[in-house]
Structure formats: C-alpha cells, structure tokens
C-alpha cells in the first residue's frame, strides 16, 4: 500500500492513476465482476430507489453491470452532467437504458443536459463515486476538479441529513494508508473495491 506522507496530492494522484490505467482489459472485467458481487445484493444497493453512479474512465472500476442491474429492478440511475456555468459545478441527471449520450469536455460521455430528468443530490438514496485514491477511514481522492466535493457540500452544514450514502467504487490498488483531508472533503460512508468494504 502506498504510504500518502511523503507525497504531494498530486504526485499521489499521478501515481494512482498511473496504477488503474496499468490494469489490463481482463483484469478490469474481472474487476467490475467482483464488484458488482460486493454491491448487487447489498441491503444499501436493494434498498436504494435513486442511485446515482458514473461510467468509466481512465481506467476506473467499471460499475456497468450496476448500472444494467440498476435498470432491471426499476430503480432511477442517475450520471453526474457538468453544468457550463459554473463550470465547476455538476447535477444529477436520470438516464434510461438506452440513453444517448456525448462525450463532455473531458471526454466522459454524458446524457443531454435536461432540468427535468435533474435530481437534487440530497434527494438520491445512494450515489457511487468514482475516486483516484482511498483510505479506511472515508477519505476520497478524485480527479481534482472538485466536483463531487462541490455538490456535496451541504452536507458539512446539515450534520443531521444522511442521505444520500456516499460509497467509493475502487479497485484495490488504489488504496493508501491515509490521505490527508482537505477541509471541503466530504468523508464517504465507505469505499467498495473488487476485494471488499473499507
Ligand atoms: N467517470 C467519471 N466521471 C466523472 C468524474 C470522474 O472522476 N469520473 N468526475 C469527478 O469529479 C467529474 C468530472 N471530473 C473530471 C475532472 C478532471 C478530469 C481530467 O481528465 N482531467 C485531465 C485534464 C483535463 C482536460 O482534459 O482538460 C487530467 O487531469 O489529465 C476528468 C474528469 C464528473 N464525471
Ligand atoms: N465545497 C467547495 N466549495 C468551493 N470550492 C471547493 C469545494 N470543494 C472543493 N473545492 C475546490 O475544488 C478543488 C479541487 O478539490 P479536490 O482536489 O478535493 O478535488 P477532488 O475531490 O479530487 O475532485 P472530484 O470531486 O472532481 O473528483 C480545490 O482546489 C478546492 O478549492
């Protein structure tokens, strides 16, 4: 496990994506199998109505067998749509199984921005974040443009509102030690990797 003390977030974050992208195409299936195994049949995942997830990139755990399960039990799947003013700033946006979509500015596909599919994150049951880095201890490293930090944020200030559950998809080797907290950091409530629950 790498030891996060004597790097830089970002010589961190260079390493850990260096990590997931080294994976090879049947590692990631592999991967993506153990973790929908983790998640599937999860009390959190059955229970959730709202779930919000991501589609893969640069080398991320892949959660498309979710997303199809998702689908198939009738639940609302959700994908993050980054807004053009802010430009820091992202919604959550329902998609159906056959959804189009088109790559955004950094080449992730997305649905068509639509205010009336959008769903205010703090009314989703369950949002699955894509990370770069995590810890035991609900620390999350992402992309750095914080835009999951961002849309979460109210969470600091309404210490009593627990929805939605926040839970990182990883694959193993992303895990570090302890990453130091930012003050914007929002924990999650734990990371779910191909081997297991941190
Ligand atoms: N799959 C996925 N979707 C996601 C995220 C994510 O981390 N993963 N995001 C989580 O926040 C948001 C997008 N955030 C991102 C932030 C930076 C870069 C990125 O690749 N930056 C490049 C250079 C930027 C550029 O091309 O202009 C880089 O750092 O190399 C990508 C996504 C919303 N959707
Ligand atoms: N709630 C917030 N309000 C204002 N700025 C924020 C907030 N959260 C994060 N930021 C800003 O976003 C920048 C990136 O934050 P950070 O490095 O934590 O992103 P990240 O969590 O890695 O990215 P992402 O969530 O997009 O995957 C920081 O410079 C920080 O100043």
Not at 130 to 154: E, K, N, Q, T
Request: charged residues 30%; contains cysteine.
């Amino acid at each position: 496990m790498i030891d996060a003390k004597d790097l830089t977030r970002a010589q961190l974050r260079r390493k850990l994506r260096q990590r997931r992208r080294e994976l090879k195409p049947a590692a990631q299936r592999r991967a993506a199998r153990a973790l929908y195994r983790q998640l599937a049949h999860h009390p959190l995942f059955r229970r959730a109505r709202h779930v919000a997830l991501y589609l893969s990139n640069d080398g991320e755990i892949d959660p498309c067998l979710l997303i199809a399960a998702a689908h198939a039990r009738g639940k609302q799947v959700y994908l993050p749509v980054l807004k053009s003013w802010p430009r820091t700033s992202m919604v959550f946006q329902r998609i159906d199984a056959r959804e189009k979509l088109a790559a955004n500015r950094f080449g992730i596909p997305e649905p068509r921005r639509d205010s009336m599919r959008q769903r205010k994150v703090w009314a989703l049951d369950l949002v699955l974040l894509p990370l770069v880095g995590f810890d035991r201890h609900g620390g999350r490293l992402g992309m750095g443009g914080g835009f999951y930090d961002r849309s979460l944020a109210y969470r600091a200030r309404r210490k009593n509102w627990h929805k939605p559950t926040l839970l990182g998809l990883a694959h193993g080797c992303q895990q570090v030690d302890r990453l130091p907290m930012a003050s914007w950091d929002i924990p999650l409530d734990a990371t779910v990797t191909d081997t297991g629950w941190y």
